[in-house]
């Protein structure tokens, strides 16, 4: 019968998930994922993060087909210029008779845009830092994590201006900004990790098979950083997306026209009394997103870290 | 016969886990007057947990459930929490395994002895103070004086060993609890431990619960063996009975362990047959 | 087959100085299971350490197979000794599957053609099927990890396999599986063992001839015969012996023996 054989189906592949005999390396990776996806999932908020998350990234993909106008062409500066948010203009328009639902949309890009890179670029950095301080220790680990430090000393704000001072305002130097900012903390977190495992006897035995000093901390230290470091990005993404804004409010960041949210906010600031959407709609846009990477952070570390669950 | 010190009737401990219910220990039944009995097992076999039920102390999501639970006479079940807090400590006991961990890092020995008293003593300072020093004392500690200053960190495992028990004895409890009390000391350093409890508890004529694996040690220790496996009793003897034990996993028990006397090659294993579980 | 001479390994300097092993010799014969035996302080796994590298040598010489080794050991060296940690529960990274844990000692060594043939040999000499293949180590129990840890340290063939407590963390039902398995193995396949235990009746199981150490230094090379037979030994060593034997109230006053 046609019901029988979907029914069982999903029996089938969950058996196969949690099989405790696993036939691959394929088969065991995956059983993992699933029950974490499992723990993860029975959090409400957790999932609620991960679906505002989602949401981000479809908005990012899919602007062109969200987005009823063009983010940067307005309309008539004579008759649409600041109109309240309507069936036609779902947040309303802004100053320049930009459709400011479309530019948000389209702001999803941006924000991504920088998220995305200053992860790709500060992780590896912080993991790579602190796990070979934490592994070597000696001379070595006092001179990065001296070096760290003087990093740390800088307020991200004030040193994106200084970057942005030298090498003129935009998008990327912002990202780079950032980035350069947001490392220390990662070295710190890996290293930590680092000195609690360095002395385990796992890595004693594979030292005794003649493994190299780049093999243990790649392939034995470094997958044991990686959730505690994974956590700790996501937690830190509202505060990049802030950081991106407030760059942007002040100029820094994305350049006009570009939609990005910061700047949107810093244009709605001298119409916030009479027409408050043209600033509260890209800045309901920055809480929503903050939110969401925060209860995925906290959902993410009640699973990976076993320590700090609740 | 005199109302026993300790009656326990069917005592279950169950885990409720989001994974299923655990049952750690499932219907475990024994009376104990003022002597000695030795609770044997490996590890999940449930002793430990029978140890914890009886103080009451099982972490949550554990439950416990018995026929019957008492403490001379007093009902444990059902008693309040005011109740259960004088009797712990009071009158009941518990030594545990490891005095790096169950020892207050923090205070030193004499503060937590005295601490001890004063929880169940209406005694002054000075008062607590010389009964702290004298339980230094009747532990065989070489300077209590110095010892009672002493942070936890500051002894070794045997000193600190005995400090806990010092601790524990303090208040002149009727029953003590010890879970592994020496497990995590040297063998030798175990010997002079085993002898400070033996001379104690047969000065106070306390009863005795030594939880432990080690069958061989706990028969020669205790009066009566109690062997649990999956959270049952499979057997109740006479210590000086052990070698006509009839469970096989207690004669399996006895038998895998390699020995100085005999050369024994290979080492019986233990079958385990399901039907014990049962 | 390895010879310690005069062994020395300190840590620390000045006040923080810590005199481990103090001048500790001992010869072990190719195919042979040599114990150390003491309590904790004594020196003995330190003694395991310093042989493959994971302590220094402060002084003295270690040599095997003749040749004095070389600091750092060499790749050649690595195959030849192995080591079997105490706890199971740490000697396993927790997350690499066991099929990953018996193949990173091939891939080191560049062995990786057959590797796969290897690995589910290795798990058939420690009594394990094929279907261990791909567990991860939460999912095996305390033998099952120490089997593996035995299979770890066996596949690259070493003629000398270090042995750090490895039943101290088990049940007693399942260190005598894994003591029989040692035994076997070490027939089998021609193998020298250096057991460090603290327990006299594992050590005089498993091995011939052994050293008795206390504080770092040696007090007594003895065989597990004399042991067995109570030969005259050194008094700590008899009372090593005695404690083995378990609680006995009739090393106390007649009086109270009598009241128990």
């Known amino acids: 019968m046609a019901g029988a054989p979907l029914a069982e189906q999903p029996a089938g592949l969950r058996a196969w998930l949690l099989s405790p005999e696993p036939h691959s390396r394929w088969q065991a990776r995956l059983g993992r994922f699933y029950l974490g996806w499992r723990a993860f999932s029975r959090n409400p908020l957790a999932v609620v993060g991960l679906g505002i998350v989602i949401l981000l990234i479809l908005l990012a993909i899919f602007a062109d087909v969200i987005a009823p106008y063009s983010p940067v062409a307005g309309g008539d500066l004579r008759t649409q210029r600041l109109l309240p948010p309507s069936e036609t203009f779902w947040f309303g328009t802004d100053d320049q008779a930009r459709d400011i639902f479309s530019r948000v949309v389209y702001g999803s890009r941006i924000t991504l845009f920088v998220v995305v890179l200053v992860a790709l670029i500060a992780t590896p950095i912080g993991l790579l830092v ?7 220790g000696g001379w070595v680990d006092t001179v990065l994590m001296r070096i760290t430090d003087i990093f740390l000393a800088f307020p991200r704000l004030v ?24 490392w220390p903390p990662y070295a710190r977190i890996a290293r930590a990790e680092t000195l609690m495992i ?5 890595i004693a035995a594979v030292k005794l098979q003649g493994a190299s000093t780049p093999r243990i901390i790649m392939g034995h230290v470094v997958p044991l950083c990686i959730s505690s470091l994974i956590v700790r990005v996501t937690l830190d993404m509202a505060g990049i997306i802030l950081t991106a804004a407030g760059l942007g409010f002040l100029g820094l960041g994305a350049q006009p026209p570009m939609p990005e949210w910061g700047a949107m906010v810093a244009t709605g600031r001298n119409y916030l009394i009479d027409q408050w959407w043209v600033a509260a709609m890209p800045g309901l846009a920055i809480f929503v997103v903050s939110l969401g990477f925060n209860l995925l952070g906290d959902g993410l570390r009640d699973v990976l870290d076993p320590k700090a669950a609740k | 016969m005199t109302k026993p010190l300790l009656d326990v009737e069917d005592l279950r401990v169950r885990f409720h886990l989001r994974t299923g219910t655990v049952e750690a220990v499932r219907g475990v039944s024994f009376q104990l007057g003022r002597e000695r009995l030795g609770i044997v097992g490996e590890s999940g076999s449930g002793k430990s947990q029978t140890g914890r039920a009886i103080l009451g102390l099982t972490p949550p999501p554990g439950e416990v459930t018995a026929k019957r639970l008492a403490f001379d006479g007093i009902d444990l079940l059902t008693a309040s929490n005011r109740t259960l807090r004088t009797l712990r400590g009071g009158r009941i006991s518990m030594v545990m395994q490891d005095p790096k961990y169950s020892l207050n890092p923090v205070m030193t020995i004499g503060e937590q002895i005295i601490e001890a008293y004063q929880a169940h003593a209406k005694a002054g300072r000075n008062e607590a103070r010389d009964k702290a020093l004298a339980m230094l004392e009747a532990v065989k500690m070489r300077d209590p004086g110095r010892v009672f200053a002493l942070y936890p960190h500051e002894v070794s495992g045997g000193m600190g060993q005995r400090a806990m028990i010092a601790m524990m004895l303090v208040t002149d409890p009727d029953l003590l609890i ?15 431990v085993l002898r400070i409890l033996d001379e104690l508890v047969t000065e106070r004529g306390m009863g005795l619960i030594f939880i432990s694996h080690d069958l061989k040690l706990v028969s020669s220790f205790c009066d009566r063996v109690l062997v649990m496996y999956a959270g049952r009793v499979v057997e109740e003897l006479e210590a000086k009975n052990l070698r006509e034990a009839q469970h096989p996993y207690t004669q399996g028990l006895m038998r895998c362990l390699p020995t100085l006397v005999d050369d024994v090659r290979p080492l019986p294993t233990l079958n385990r047959d399901p039907a014990w579980a049962l | 087959m390895l010879d310690i001479q005069n062994l020395q390994v300190v840590y620390g300097t000045g006040r923080l100085r810590v005199d481990a092993v103090k001048d500790v010799s001992f010869h072990v014969e190719q195919g042979a299971a040599y114990g150390l035996v003491g309590e904790s302080g004594s020196g003995k796994s330190t003694v395991l350490r310093a042989i493959c590298g994971l302590a220094p040598v402060s002084g003295g010489r270690v040599l095997v197979d003749g040749k004095e080794v070389t600091t750092p050991r060499t790749k050649a060296f690595y195959r030849t000794v192995q080591m079997v940690f105490q706890d199971p529960y740490a000697s396993l990274h927790p997350r690499h599957t066991v099929d990953r844990t018996l193949s990173e000692p091939l891939a080191i060594h560049g062995e990786k053609n057959d590797a796969e043939t290897r690995i589910l040999q290795a ?7 094929p279907s261990f293949r791909f567990r991860y180590p939460h999912q095996l129990s305390g033998g099952q990890r120490q089997r593996i840890a035995i299979a770890r340290a066996l596949i690259l063939r070493p003629k000398v396999l270090l042995l750090d407590e490895p039943t101290s963390a ?26 460090v235990s603290h327990d006299l009746a594992v050590v005089a199981h498993l091995c011939e001839r052994l050293l008795v150490m206390r504080h770092g230094e040696a007090v007594e090379e003895t065989t597990a015969e004399a042991l067995r037979s109570g030969a005259a030994s050194n008094e700590y060593t008899q009372s090593l012996i005695q404690a083995s034997q378990g609680y006995s109230r009739a090393s106390k006053q007649p009086a109270t023996a009598l009241a128990g």
């Open chain 1, 130 to 136: 602190g796990t070979v301080s934490g592994y070597l």
């Open chain 1, 159 to 182: 040193l994106a201006l200084a970057f942005v001072a030298a090498l003129g305002p935009g998008i990327e130097n912002a990202i780079i900004a950032i980035a350069i900012t947001s």
């Open chain 1, 198 to 202: 360095r002395n385990s006897d796992f």
């Open chain 2, 178 to 192: 010890a879970d592994e009390p020496t497990s995590a000391l040297d063998v030798t350093v175990s010997m002079e």
């Open chain 3, 123 to 129: 798990l058939r000499e420690v009594g394990l099927g």
């Open chain 3, 170 to 195: 088990l049940d007693a039902s399942v260190q005598a599986e894994i003591l029989n398995l040692l035994d076997d193995l070490r027939r089998k396949l021609g193998l020298t063992y250096i057991l």
